[in-house]
C-alpha cells in the first residue's frame, strides 16, 4: 500500500520522463533536488517504479490509452492519467522482475494490485477495463510491443540478430544490470578487496571475464565507501573494462582517448600502463572531461594530459599526428547496448539519429586514425547493438584505408586473456575484426569493439 504523494510522486517523475528530452538519471537527481523534504526510501521507490515504468512503456501506453510512440501532445499533464501512471508503475515494479512478454495472469496481478492501492477507488472503472481487455494485452500483434521496444528498434534487432538471439537479447534487455565494479590495480589487488568489502558486509565475487572486476549482489550505496572515495574501486560495467583491457595499452606507451568523457576507461588505460608513457584524455566536452579530474586525483595516476577539443579535427590534434601507439575511440553512439540501465534510450533515439551518429562516428574515427605511428593499434568500440553503429562503420572505414591500415585479429589476445567465448558479431565478409559482448550471453552491457592495426 502506498501513501497517494509517493503516487502522485511517482507519477510527476514519469510524466517528466515521459518527455524523453535528458536521460532518466538527470531527470529524477533534478526531481530529487526539487523535492528535498523526500526520505532516501521514497526515492529509491520512485527511482525504481520510474525505470520499471521505463522498461515497460508501450504496456503502460496501452494501458493508459495511449500510443505507443510519445509525442508532445500526449505527455500533456492531466492529474488523472498522471496518478494512474504512477499507481501502475509502482504496481509494476512490486511484480518483481519481469520479462517481456507478460502473461495474462501477469497483467491482471499488476492491475490487481494497483486496484488494491487504489483505496479511494478514483481508478477502478478504468483498472476494471484493463483487466477486461488484459488477454488483448497478453496477444500482442507486433514485436515491438511484444518486448517493450519501439516498433523500428524490434525489427532492426530481428533483422539482424535472427528470432531466436532476438528474443533472448530483447528479454535480458528489460533485466536489471548488476552492480560491476573496477578495482585499481595501480594501488590494491583484486581479492584484498574483495576480503574487505566481505568485512563491511558488502556480498560481491570476481567478474567472470575482467581481471579487475567485481559484481556486488544487490546495490548498496558505496558514495561514502573508502575504499571508493580512496580511488581503490571505481564504478565500471564489466563489458567497459573489457574494452580497455581489450586495447591492450602497455607500460611506457603513448595512448590516445580520444572520446573520454569522464574518464572511466581513461582510468583503466592507466592502470594498465602502470602510471607510465603519456596518456591522453580527449572530448569535446569540457564539462565530461571536468568530471574525470577529481576521479584522476584519486586513482593515483599521473601520466594523463587532459585536451577539449573544439571538433575532432581540431589543430591542436596535429602535434600528436603519427605519434601514438594506440588510439581508443569510444565513439559517441545510441547507447542501445546500455538499456538495462537507461531504458529510456530505446525511445530517445530514432533511425534518423543513428544515421547521424553514424557520419559523426565516421567522422571521429578518420580523425583519430591519423594519430597513430606505424605499427599502432587503433580501437574502436560503441555500447550499441546495431549494424549501422558497428559493424557498417567498421566496413567503411577497413575499405577506405585498406592500404594503410590492416584488421587485427583477436585470436592471441582473446586467448590470452581466456576470452575465447566472447562472440564474434556477424561481420562484413573480410572484415573479422570485431568482437561483441551481448547482455544475454556475457552479462554485461552490449559492446562493439573493432581494430586495425597501422602499416609499416
Ligand atoms: C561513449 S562516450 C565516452 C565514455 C567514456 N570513454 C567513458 O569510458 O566514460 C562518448 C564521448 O564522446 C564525446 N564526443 C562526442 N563527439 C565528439 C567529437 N567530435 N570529438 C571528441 N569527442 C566527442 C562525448 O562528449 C562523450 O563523452
Same mark, same amino acid.
Given at each position: ?12 517523475v514519469l510524466?517528466r520522463l515521459s518527455r524523453f528530452d535528458a536521460p532518466a538519471d538527470i531527470t529524477l537527481a533534478q526531481f ?14 520512485i527511482a525504481?517504479?520510474a525505470f520499471a515504468a521505463l522498461r515497460?512503456w ?168 573508502? *575504499?571508493?572515495?580512496?580511488?581503490? +574501486?571505481?564504478? $565500471?560495467? =564489466?563489458?567497459?573494462?573489457? /574494452? @580497455?583491457? %581489450?586495447? &591492450? ?51 593515483? *595516476?599521473?601520466?594523463?594530459?587532459? +585536451?577539449?577539443? $573544439?571538433? =575532432?579535427?581540431?589543430?591542436? /590534434? @596535429?602535434? %600528436?599526428? &603519427? ?12 547507447g542501445?547496448?546500455t538499456l538495462?540501465r537507461h531504458p529510456e534510450l530505446a525511445w530517445r ?42 559493424? @557498417? ?64
Amino acid at each position: 500500500m502506498f501513501a497517494r504523494y509517493l503516487i502522485l510522486a511517482t507519477a510527476d517523475v514519469l510524466q517528466r520522463l515521459s518527455r524523453f528530452d535528458a536521460p532518466a538519471d538527470i531527470t529524477l537527481a533534478q526531481f530529487q533536488r526539487e523535492n528535498p523534504k523526500l526520505g532516501s526510501r521514497d526515492r529509491h521507490q520512485i527511482a525504481n517504479a520510474a525505470f520499471a515504468a521505463l522498461r515497460f512503456w508501450p504496456l503502460i501506453q496501452s494501458w493508459l490509452g495511449h500510443s505507443t510512440t510519445p509525442t508532445p501532445a500526449n505527455s500533456r499533464s492531466n492529474t488523472a492519467v498522471d496518478e494512474r501512471l504512477g499507481l501502475i508503475a509502482l504496481a509494476l515494479d512490486a511484480q518483481g522482475l519481469l520479462t517481456p512478454p507478460l502473461t495474462s495472469e501477469q497483467h491482471l496481478e499488476i492491475l490487481q494490485r494497483a486496484k488494491s492501492w487504489d483505496s479511494a477507488g478514483m481508478h477502478h472503472a478504468w483498472l476494471d477495463a484493463c483487466m477486461a481487455k488484459a488477454q488483448t494485452f497478453a496477444a500482442p500483434l507486433t514485436s515491438g510491443l511484444q518486448h517493450n521496444l519501439p516498433e523500428w528498434l524490434a525489427q532492426t534487432l530481428q533483422a539482424q540478430y535472427g528470432d531466436a538471439a532476438f528474443g533472448a537479447l530483447a528479454q535480458s534487455l528489460k533485466q536489471t544490470a548488476p552492480l560491476d565494479l573496477r578495482v585499481n590495480l595501480l594501488t590494491h589487488k583484486r581479492n584484498v578487496v574483495l576480503q574487505q568489502l566481505a568485512e563491511q558486509g558488502i556480498v560481491c565475487a570476481a567478474t567472470p571475464y575482467s581481471p579487475w572486476g567485481l559484481r556486488l549482489q544487490g546495490k548498496p550505496s558505496l558514495r561514502q565507501n573508502p *575504499l571508493m572515495q580512496s580511488g581503490a +574501486l571505481e564504478v $565500471q560495467d =564489466e563489458g567497459s573494462q573489457l /574494452l @580497455a583491457l %581489450l586495447t &591492450g595499452a602497455k607500460r611506457g606507451e603513448t595512448v590516445v582517448d580520444f572520446c573520454a568523457g569522464a574518464g572511466g576507461k581513461t582510468l583503466a588505460l592507466g592502470a594498465m600502463m602502470r602510471n607510465t608513457g603519456r596518456l591522453y584524455a580527449l572530448d569535446n566536452s569540457a564539462h565530461r572531461l571536468d568530471g574525470l579530474q577529481p576521479r584522476l586525483k584519486r586513482s593515483g *595516476l599521473n601520466n594523463v594530459h587532459t +585536451l577539449v577539443l $573544439q571538433s =575532432e579535427t581540431d589543430e591542436r /590534434l @596535429a602535434r %600528436l599526428r &603519427g605519434k601514438a601507439d594506440r588510439v581508443l575511440v569510444d565513439a559517441p553512439c545510441s547507447g542501445l547496448g546500455t538499456l538495462r540501465r537507461h531504458p529510456e534510450l530505446a525511445w530517445r533515439n530514432s533511425l534518423r539519429s543513428i544515421e547521424e551518429l553514424q557520419q559523426t562516428q565516421r567522422r571521429i574515427l578518420d580523425s583519430a586514425a591519423s594519430l597513430l605511428k606505424p605499427g599502432g593499434t587503433l580501437v574502436y568500440a560503441t555500447c550499441s547493438l546495431l549494424e549501422q553503429e558497428n559493424g @557498417a562503420v567498421n566496413h567503411v572505414f577497413t575499405q577506405a584505408n585498406a592500404s594503410s591500415f590492416t584488421p587485427f585479429d583477436w585470436t592471441a589476445t582473446l586467448e590470452k586473456h581466456g576470452l575465447t567465448n566472447l562472440q564474434k558479431p556477424g561481420h562484413h565478409a573480410g572484415v573479422p575484426n570485431a568482437i561483441a559482448l551481448l547482455p544475454h550471453l556475457h552479462q554485461t552491457d552490449g559492446f562493439y569493439v573493432a581494430a586495425w592495426q597501422k602499416n609499416h
